[in-house]
């Protein structure tokens, strides 16, 4: 099937970049949420990012005038039945997931396709949550989406060999590179890198070094371009806990036990940059590690 209109289900962090992207490679697209006020705050992030792409001359004005007239809202999530490609992008419970489609499929087209953007639940399990387990899937983008050049590509169970080929044309469209993984807890990128994160908040839990330290070391030690702690502050303290989670859970091994310190940072709501607060303080002028 020709995939035309694509819709996005989540309005956040993952959700505008989806948005961003395939309206730039030239699909239009559906974006829901619960909130009118996040998805204005969406159309306007999408356009200020769009902008700096224009004023770094990776993309023409007419480019960015084009792909914002691609782009409308709805606060209707039956309103994206009629899309050729859904990709859900809430919040990581799957709870919440689970409950999205079983709200949507009595609404879809026969063909549509429907994906999670999950970056560690199981597809098999979100799958037969529908009723088209052959024409679902894990796809999962990394963050931010108009930066980052990987699209991992899960197939549950059931997943047929169409759906898996239609979404790897649709990564190269976007000019982005395709990982095929399997179905197991947390996939590739987050099964490597959150063990990574969650050691680095132990290293601080037990006081082998402070924030700082450990995010130098990591940057000159080991040349990675954020330390761990300031990573996990950019991705989200709860979507690390919430893998972290799924990996202990999913795999049974003690060595995925989210770290306690993990866990207090977000019972006290202290998530990372999109609360102000995690392993640094983001208030001020400039960040300010928290221990």
Not at 35 to 64: F, G, H, M, W, Y
Not at 183 to 198: C, E, G, Q, S
Request: with cysteine.
């Amino acid at each position: 099937m020709a995939i035309q209109k694509v819709g996005v289900i989540g309005a956040g962090q993952m959700g505008n970049g989806i948005a961003h992207v395939f309206a730039l490679a030239g699909y239009d697209v559906l974006l829901n949420d619960i909130s009118q006020d996040a998805l204005d705050k969406a159309v306007a992030l999408i356009d200020r990012n769009l902008e700096r792409q224009v004023s770094r001359e990776k993309i023409s004005a007419e480019d960015k005038k084009t792909a914002m007239g691609r782009i409308s809202t709805t606060l209707t999530l039956t309103d994206l039945g009629q899309t050729d490609l859904v990709i859900e992008a809430a919040t990581e419970r799957e709870t919440v997931k689970q409950a999205i489609f079983e709200d949507l499929v009595p609404h879809l087209k026969p063909d549509t396709i429907l994906t999670s953007n999950t970056s560690s639940i199981s597809i098999t399990r979100l799958a037969s949550r529908t009723d088209r387990p052959e024409k679902f899937m894990g796809f999962h983008f990394m963050n931010p989406v108009p930066v980052m050049q990987l699209v991992e590509l899960i197939r549950g169970i059931a997943t047929d060999e169409a759906t898996y080929k239609a979404l790897h044309e649709v990564v190269n469209k976007l000019g982005k590179t395709a990982a095929s993984a399997e179905d197991f807890p947390a996939f590739i990128v987050n099964r490597i890198l959150m063990p990574m994160i969650n050691e680095a908040v132990y290293t601080l839990y037990e006081g082998v070094g402070n924030v700082k330290s450990i995010d130098e070391s990591l940057k000159l030690g080991a040349n990675h371009p954020m330390g761990p702690l300031e990573l996990a502050d950019f991705i989200g303290l709860d979507t690390c806990l919430a893998i972290m989670n799924v990996l202990h859970d999913g795999l049974a091994d003690t060595k995925y036990r989210p770290c306690p310190l993990l866990t207090k940072y977000v019972e006290a709501g202290w998530l990372g940059r999109k609360t102000g607060r995690g392993f640094y303080d983001y208030r001020g002028e400039s960040p300010i590690p928290t221990r």
